[in-house]
Each structure stands twice: as structure tokens, then as C-alpha cells.
């Protein structure tokens, strides 16, 4: 060993011992003859004290920042303690040293507040990963792994590994394949989950499963997406949906106590879809602060069960609402005092092509209990009022009013009370309000092929009393204008999802374990018999040996660390990421391969030969 | 929740108590009007008593084997018990039941002794999960990695994942690789071992990490091989060959205690790679038993610190002998009275085509201290006597000697060795003896291309001692037919591997972290400068920035299970394993994938297009 302690072990009651230690040089600072040296490693910082006596040796080894040092010396009491860090109260006073390896000059300061860009940074990760800030990131993902192990360990859940090489099956997005050797022109898919590998396992009787496990996906990447990824899968078998949302509650509620010690003592919220649609604008909300929507104007036909009280704006000639399939307002509290600057800022930002709204209209809900708007000519006080108590505005609130085509609108209304939200400072980075979202549609409708795709996947059960309608019904639709009347429409899932500060963390289903039914399912999405029989034979075989009901959830482990750590990449808790193009910058991959290994997988490419 | 309690749960304590139960139906068994049936799940098997009052029901709803079944009643004690399963004292006295899905008849019976063949229970593997035996095994894996789990965490060691999307770098073994659609014409490969990675996360200072991690190998494979295996992956900086060995000592010690309630208190033996050849015949011996082989004509040239008694024979006229590179002998305790059909057996086994020999020669070491051999015409009792002793044979023993080409029967000495344990009851199932293997050979000779190779990898360091003499020659072989000569050739490397009961468990080693000493290495294996770069810049890179002393080791998960296990095949403590071909015969992967796949991937197949 190089060492006898850590340099974050040692304390005062160290003291007069001989110790040695091993790390790399974070400062070196020279006082007159002696030199002060601050060594690093994993565990902490402990400063290292070079008598006048050692500068012959130091002159003829000099030392730089980043070299590897072995120093041996004994521990003293540190007369200007330094009370930020555990070994503040002591030094060692160095008796010799000995270089282990040299560095030349980091591209970047290996600090909390580093001088590197993202580029390179990504090029040399292996001194990025030096950076207290991005070891702390991996300490906690660590943490939080080590956590969701134990609790599920606890609740009798199994680890079990499932194959990485298995078949392409593709549904949604696309598939990673891998050409075989020795099965010449056949491929192999990364799987994009171990959905249908967990199942089997139910049906084996293995009836509390997990896995942390790389998952793989050949997308168009955005900032926030990796082309590999890890998920906390899990499935249990002879449970109903009400278990699965309390185990899993269960498991989440663990993770905090053991890796923020934060005690989740509270159920965790629930709300329907269709409420989280209509109520903030998307399906996974964000419910530290309320601002909720109000829908002036809502095509009624979209959530049949909600209120229609289109009739406060309509009849005053205001054709910006009139015309707009959509008209919906939200309350932004404390604001009625903005300025014309500030409405007009909040304007251009609704502007801008990612939001993609024409205009914004405001009412400011003055303290004085009257109204101003920016459509006083159409509206009267009294009207102003009546919309205000709609969207629960207060006295000193302002309103803001976004309207335009349906899907569009609440998009950008639901950006727009995020971004009020953190402008106000309600999205507090240490506040943690968990959501589970329930009673997805089972079905979406596909406008390009006029048929139906599965919201979640093709596994995921419908409501038990919506199954029987299901089997009865054909599922082709025979007027794409009228999709919304076709049966299938109204179906709802045995789905849910997690939401973590408007976050989607973790979602999963009740799944289907009858045969009948999970073919129906595959024809409802457009599978003939051949298709299903070649993607999914193994899986209708294995429903007919006696499957038993189960269902499952399936956790983004990056994104849930992410959030734990308060950040919104999921590359910063990542060792070794892969930027937007996929590309890992540091090893250069992915790159070409050898003409001999095309030639023995017996594939060439389409540009070259 | 579908149940109450567990099929394993029950006990004489409650008796009266009404339960739930769901499982799958083990057997149906009919006395009179009453019916039992065997209910089972994960965890155990529970007795039900249907009486009369359901006959009528079941009638309308009859069960069959493997049917999943939930019912409803009162906790009984029975009255004959059955004192083989945990639930044998009591039954459960049905009140209610519903079939949650039926089966269709297995194609196999779902038993420890199942009548189903190899390629059938690899079909249905769903269905072979479902047999105790199997479900064992799968017991037994989740509690090795959980072991090792914890102890490499008390170890302070850090679960850090690695990419699996990489860079094709083959050496060795084929890489699978992964063409990049939004890379064009380049590919990913994934990882035969995550080696350069872990060693970045210690030149970024996570000095003790660990992954349980599927690595992959494009490799014709054999009975005990698979494409994608798991590997306990463990790397640590800041130490030295014997901290490493200790470490993990304690890492296998642990497994033992947690999961076979062994204490396996002994020191793990140690033994050099020459003595494990000279002295076993081969670099993992089975040192459970005795039975060492005695080098009667050894190439001194290959050894050339053991001694040569080859005196011993020679002299004699005995042309086999004379003319052999080699000849070997071993004693076999207590077989002196092995009937000549026992030797013509054991003769035509070293003479099969895997074995390869042209015959045997035996000498017996008879109770009385007589000896008689098959070649008495040639040696003297004393000569025999002289042998017999060299062989450390005790009277009552029986030596067999082979010979022929050095490697060869060598070889074939050791097998002999090994069958001959086996057939004598000295491989107990039951016992455990561990090894460490050390000091192997930095490099081996590559007769084709007149070249070294790394018999580990190329980041395994020589001894300290070799590090010079590595830089200061020149790794060119002048002379093909004296490379034993060269200076490499007696190059010992840093290098350990954990044996247990004759199978190699786990191997590593010391890292080069000298980037000059590297780029020696890569040199000595044949990579030009550019090479060296394209495939391993990023590591070279990195040994610039101040890289610390290192090194690791790797356990072969899937072999280590299947010894503690107590068996030889791997594939039994695999979920869903491949076969001999690679393929997964159950969902049938690899498979032929869509044109439309292959032409966003801008590759094309050799045979079509």
C-alpha cells in the first residue's frame, strides 16, 4: 500500500504520528523556505508542510500541479486552522516524498468553478471526473443505487441479469443492432428495455424482479438524452395497480431518507391524466407552486368530463379569443406591479419560435381590488372580474392569456407557468414534491397511418373494465375526422407515472397476461398474425402456460440522480457521456473499423466498396 | 395484492386462520371426493384440500397442471405430515377458488428430474425457470453479487458504470460492434472488458471501483462459453501486487461465508506459474488433491530452474523413452491392484484424439515394496524403486508415465491427472481450495507472426525489477528459432489469478501507468506509433496527467456461480442463455432485420443487395 491514511482522514488526536499519504497536488504555495502543498485523493485535502530542510530535494524534484506525490511525515496541529474542511486542524510535516508521476499543465483548473468549457471538458473527462463538483455527482448515484439495492432487497425482490444481444422488435423508436458472426446476415438488437425478458420472468414465477441495467435507444438526440441508459426496471407478479404505486412509493420515500435524509412522510399526490392535462397543461407536473390553467376555451370533445365556461370571454367581439381554438389563463401571484418592460419581456419570450404564440394579453389584478387589462376596450371590469375569480387570481396577481391552435396553446401556457414559476422562485432546487400520474389513454391516435399506436407500449393492460369493450370492438377506424367517437378513444391504461418536480421519473403498467387480449392489442396497432408470431411468438407462446397477472415500473436512473443532485443534466451524472451527436469525444467512438471485420460479419458499407 | 401469503409461508401457528394464496398447480391428485392439489410459487409449495362442497365448481372449472390458480380458505394441521418441505404440517382447507389463467399441457414436466431435453428446455426457458433446480441457481447468483456487493462496499469501493458503446480495439479476441446511424459508415464497439476505462477512473482518482458488468466477446464458442458474460470488475490505485491479493482474498473468503456458510479460514495457497506447470501441468490446478507430476525428461531450456532427472531413465535402451521430448509420470494412490482392464481402459483414454498420446507405461508399487511395470525389460527394480521414489509414490500406489512432444504431454499428464482424481473421489463436490497463481510471463511467443504478444493484456506492468531491462532492449526477435533467448522471453509480469478447484475464477494485475513504458509495450506487440494513437490515444493522454500506481482484477461471474454451485456448466446459472451458436433459441435472435433498418445504418449485407 502508498498509504497508511486518506488525506480526509486525518484529525487532531492524529497528532505526532508518522503517517504517509498518497494523491495528487491540488496548490502549491511557497511562504519564504517553506512550502505549503495542498494533496488531494478521493477522500479530501490535507496540507502538506516542506521544511527548509527538504528544498534541496524539491529543487532537484520539483513538483507541479497534478503530479502524484507519496509524502511521509507526522501530523501537527495547525496554528491558522481552516475550518471548511475536516482535516483543517492539522498538517503534516513533511520528512520526505517521493514523486510517483509527473503532469504536465491541465487544459482546465481542476476546480469547483472550473475555467473549462463543455467541448473540453468532454475531450478529457478523466480530469473532469477530478472536479469535487462531478465526484460528488458520482458519489450520490452511487448513493442512490446502493439505496434502491437495499429497499428492494428488503421487499424480496431478485436480481437478475437479462440478455444484452436479443432481437429487434422495433416500436417507437429504433433499435441499436449488432450484425452476427456466426449467423451470417442476422442482426442482434441492444435492447431498449428488458420489458418482454421481465415479463417471462413473472410467467417463470420469479415474482419480485429488479435490475439496474443499461438500456439502449437509437435516437435523434436532444441535450438531455443519451443513446445508452440506465433504468431501476422492476416487475411483480399476483399484484393490482394500488400495489405496485405503494411499493414504489415506498422505494422513492427509502431513496431520499438515505441519500438526502429527507423524510417523505406524506402519500404522495395523485391526479388523473386527464386532470394534469387540463389543469397544467402537461402530463407531468411540476406541483411545488399552483398557477394552475384556466381554460377560457377548450374544445370540449378533447376532455368531455371538464366545465365549459367559454361563455366569460366570448360575445365582446374580441376576435384574437374568438377565433383561437383555445383561450387558457393563468395567475401569476405578486405580479400585478410588473412594468410595460416586464409584460412586454414576458411577451417577446411567448414570441420566440420554440413557445411559438402571436401575442400575450394581461389583466393585473390590482391591489385596490380593480382590474386593468390589455383588452379593456372588450372587456368590462366586470367581466375582467369574473375571469380573474375563474383563474383564482388574488388582489396583487397578474394574468396572463394565451390563445391559438388547442395543442399548441396549452404547450405554451404550461412553459410559461414554468418559467413564471422559476422566475418567482417557486421551484425550489431543495424542495422535493413527488406526483403520480394515473389513467393514461390506453391508445394515440396516429393522424399519418390513420391507426392507433400504444401510448406506454404494447404490453400495458387496459383498464379491467375496459377490457371486454376492447376484445368487441375492431379497432380500425373508419372516419379519421370522427378518430375521437371510435371506442378506442376512450379506453384508459392500468398505467402510471412518477413525476419529481415536474419530472418524469419513473412509469410502468399493469400488463397484459391473457394471450386473446394481447393479440387483439397487436392488431389494434397494426400487426398482422405473421408480424406478431416473428417480433413477439415467445412472448403469446409464453401466455399460454399459465401467465400469471403482474405488472411493473421501470425508473430513469440518470434523470433521478439528476434531480437529487439539483441539476437538469443527466451528462453531469454520468462517468463517461456521450454528447449530442453520440460520440464519446475522449475515445473517439464511434470511428471506423477494420475491412477485415466487415468481411467477416459479411456486411459492407453503402458509400464505400 | 393477489394473495395474502406465500406458498412458503405457512405454519402450524396458523391453523384456523383464513389465508389467500395464488401459484401455479404443481400436481392434482383425487381420493374419493376429495381433491389436493400442490400449489406452488417462488417460494415454496402449500397442500390444498378441495372437499366435496367444490366438486360441482371444479367440475365447471377444472384445473390442470401449471394452471394459476388463486384461492381462498382455512389454515388446517394435517393429519399425515410431511416433514420433507417447510409447509408440511399443515393445508389449507379451500373455501373459494378462481383459475387466473389456464395452461396448455407442458412440453416438459416442470420437476428437479424433468423429461425434457436440452434443446426443448431452451426453447421453452420460461418454462425450465420454473423448475427448483433452476430457480436455485438464479438464488444462488443474486446472493454472490449481493456478497460481493456488500463487501466491496464496507471496502469503500464505488459502483462506477462504464459505457457500453465504445471503440472497436481488437486485440485478442473479435469485438461486436455496432454500426452508428448518425455516424455514418463508423461503429461503436461494445466493451470485452471495461479494462481502460476502470483504469481512467483511477487516474481521476476514484481509487477503489467495482461494477458487476456484461462484457462481450465475438468468439466461436464452446459448451462453457458466451457471447456476453458478467464480470465482477475491480480496480484499485495506490497499491501494490500483495494489497491486492489480501483484498480480494477477502472478497472470495466473504462469498463463501455469506453464501455456502463456509469459513474459510486458511491463507489462500500461492504458487508460481512455473511451479503450477512443472509440478500440475497446467497454470490452474486443482490442488484439492495430491497426485503431482514428476518430470522424468523435461526441456530444462523452457525451466531452466528445476532440476533435471532425467538420469533416471535414460541409458536404459527404452526407445520410447530415449526419444520423447517429454515423459511424465504421476502416481495414482492406492491403484497398485488395478486389473489389466482397468489400465487398458485408462490406456485407450489417453490415446482419444482430445487426449492424444500413443500409449502409457505403469509401474506398480506393490503393498510388499515389490515393483512390476510394462517395462521391465528395460529397468531394473531398482531403477523402478529410484523412479517410484522421485514420484514421492508410496507402496500400494500405481505410476503411469506418458511421453511424446513437450506441450502436448504435458498437457495430456494433467488431464490424466485430473480424470484420474475424478475417478478416485478426490474432486469433492463439497470442498474448496483456493489459489493464487503468480508471476506469469509478461509475454508469449507468436510462432506466425515472430512476434510477442501480452499473455494477459497490454496494461499488465513486468515485475519492477523487469521494468528497465523491458525499455533498454529492443522487442524484435532476431532469431525466430532462439526467442527463448531473447530477453523478453524470462519478462515475469505483475500478474495474479484466483483458482478454485482447478478453474481459473479470476485474474489481473498491476497496470503500467508509466506512459513511456506503455508505449514500449504497445511497441513490443507490434503497434506503430499511429496505431498506438488511433486505438489508444485517450489512454496515453490521460497516463500525462499525472496517473497514479494501479491495478486490478476481474471475476468471471457466471463460472464462479456455477462452482459454488456445484456444477460445470455455466448456462445453468444464466437467465436466458445462448447456445453453442449464439443464438437465443427462444426468441430466435439473432434474426434478418428490415431492409428499411439497414439503409438508415448505410450499410448493406455481402450475400444480398
Redo the contacts between chains.
Keep these: 500500500?502508498?498509504?497508511s491514511h486518506t488525506c480526509g482522514a486525518l484529525r487532531l488526536a492524529d497528532v505526532n504520528k508518522t503517517i504517509t499519504l498518497?494523491?495528487?497536488?491540488q496548490t502549491i504555495r511557497k511562504f519564504g523556505s517553506i512550502t505549503f502543498v495542498d494533496l488531494?485523493?478521493?477522500y479530501g485535502i490535507t496540507q502538506l508542510l516542506f521544511a527548509e530542510s527538504l528544498n534541496e530535494k524539491l529543487e532537484a524534484n520539483p513538483l507541479g500541479r497534478?503530479?502524484?506525490l507519496q509524502v511521509t511525515g507526522i501530523v501537527n496541529e495547525r496554528s491558522n486552522k481552516n475550518t471548511n474542511i475536516p482535516t483543517g486542524e492539522i498538517e503534516l510535516l513533511v520528512n520526505d516524498f517521493t514523486v510517483?508521476?509527473?503532469?504536465?499543465t491541465?487544459p482546465f483548473t481542476i476546480q469547483d468553478d472550473t475555467d473549462g468549457g463543455d467541448d473540453l471538458r468532454m475531450k478529457?473527462?478523466?480530469?473532469d471526473?477530478?472536479r469535487q463538483a462531478v465526484?460528488k455527482n458520482?458519489?450520490l448515484r452511487?448513493a442512490v443505487?446502493?439505496s434502491a439495492?437495499n429497499y428492494l432487497?428488503e421487499q424480496q425482490f431478485?436480481?437478475?441479469?437479462?440478455?444484452?444481444?436479443?432481437?429487434?422488435t422495433?416500436e417507437g423508436a429504433?433499435?441499436?443492432?449488432?450484425?452476427?458472426?456466426?449467423?451470417?446476415?442476422?442482426?442482434?438488437?441492444?435492447p431498449q428495455s428488458p420489458q418482454?425478458?421481465k415479463q417471462?420472468?413473472m410467467?417463470?414465477?420469479?415474482?419480485r424482479y429488479y435490475q439496474i441495467v443499461?438500456c439502449?435507444r437509437?435516437e435523434?438526440?436532444r441535450s438531455d438524452r443519451q443513446?445508452?441508459f440506465?433504468q431501476i426496471d422492476c416487475e411483480m407478479a399476483?399484484?393490482?395497480q394500488e400495489?405496485i404505486l405503494n411499493m414504489f412509493e415506498g422505494l422513492i420515500k427509502r431513496i431520499f431518507k438515505d441519500v438526502k435524509n429527507i423524510d417523505y412522510t406524506n402519500a404522495v399526490e395523485r391526479m388523473s391524466w386527464e386532470n394534469a392535462m387540463w389543469t397544467y397543461g402537461n402530463d407531468k407536473p411540476d406541483i411545488r407552486f399552483e398557477m394552475q390553467l384556466c381554460n377560457l376555451k377548450f374544445p370540449s370533445h378533447t376532455f368531455p368530463s371538464q366545465k365549459d365556461i367559454s361563455s366569460l370571454i366570448s360575445g365582446a367581439d374580441f376576435k384574437v379569443f374568438d377565433e383561437a381554438e383555445t383561450v387558457i389563463a393563468i395567475a401569476a401571484p405578486g405580479c400585478s406591479e410588473y412594468t410595460r418592460k416586464q409584460t412586454d419581456e414576458l411577451t417577446e419570450w411567448v414570441k420566440r419560435p420554440q413557445i411559438g404564440m402571436k401575442g400575450m394579453v394581461y389583466i393585473k389584478c390590482n391591489a385596490d381590488s380593480s382590474f386593468k387589462s390589455s383588452v379593456d376596450k372588450f372587456y368590462s371590469e366586470e367581466k375582467l372580474k369574473a375571469i380573474a375569480e375563474s383563474c383564482k387570481a388574488q388582489a396583487g396577481d397578474m394574468i396572463f392569456i394565451l390563445a391559438g391552435a388547442e395543442e399548441r396553446t396549452r404547450k405554451a401556457t404550461s412553459e410559461l407557468r414554468l418559467h413564471l414559476g422559476q422566475i418567482l422562485g417557486l421551484r425550489k432546487i431543495d424542495e422535493f414534491k413527488l406526483l403520480w400520474v394515473l389513467d393514461f389513454p390506453l391508445f394515440e391516435y396516429a393522424e399519418d397511418d390513420n391507426r392507433w399506436v400504444a401510448r406506454h407500449h404494447p404490453f400495458t393492460s387496459p383498464k379491467p373494465s375496459d377490457i371486454e369493450m376492447m376484445i368487441q370492438n375492431n379497432p380500425v377506424i373508419e372516419n379519421a375526422a370522427e378518430y375521437l367517437k371510435h371506442p378506442y378513444a376512450s379506453i384508459k391504461a392500468n398505467a402510471y407515472d412518477m413525476v419529481l418536480n415536474g419530472n418524469e421519473i419513473g412509469g410502468g403498467s399493469i400488463r397484459i397476461?391473457?394471450k386473446e387480449l394481447q393479440q387483439k392489442m397487436f392488431a389494434a396497432l397494426g400487426m398482422d398474425e405473421h408480424e406478431q408470431q416473428h417480433k413477439f411468438?415467445?412472448l403469446l407462446?409464453?401466455?399460454?402456460?399459465?401467465?400469471?397477472?403482474h405488472g411493473g415500473i421501470a425508473f430513469g436512473f440518470d434523470r433521478l440522480c439528476a434531480i437529487l443532485g439539483g441539476s437538469e443534466s443527466i451528462r453531469d451524472f454520468?462517468?463517461?457521456p456521450?454528447n449530442n451527436?453520440?460520440?464519446?469525444v475522449?475515445?473517439?467512438?464511434?470511428?471506423?473499423?477494420d475491412e477485415k471485420?466487415l468481411?467477416?460479419?459479411?456486411?459492407?458499407?453503402?458509400?464505400?466498396s
Design positions: 500500500m502508498f498509504r498518497a494523491g495528487w497536488v488531494r485523493d478521493r497534478e503530479y502524484v510517483l508521476n509527473k503532469s504536465i491541465p478529457y473527462r478523466f480530469l471526473l477530478r465526484k458520482l458519489e452511487y443505487g446502493r439495492r432487497h431478485m436480481d437478475i441479469e437479462t440478455p444484452f444481444l436479443i432481437k429487434s422495433p429504433r433499435d441499436f443492432v449488432v450484425p452476427s458472426r456466426m449467423n451470417a446476415g442476422q442482426f442482434y438488437a441492444l418482454t425478458f417471462l420472468l410467467v417463470s414465477g420469479y415474482d443499461k439502449f437509437d435523434d438526440l443513446p445508452e440506465t399476483f399484484v393490482e400495489d397476461f391473457q411468438g415467445f407462446g409464453a401466455f399460454e402456460y399459465g401467465a400469471p397477472p454520468i462517468a463517461f456521450k451527436s453520440g460520440r464519446d475522449m475515445i473517439d467512438a464511434p470511428s471506423t473499423i471485420q468481411t467477416e460479419l459479411e456486411i459492407k458499407l453503402n458509400s464505400g
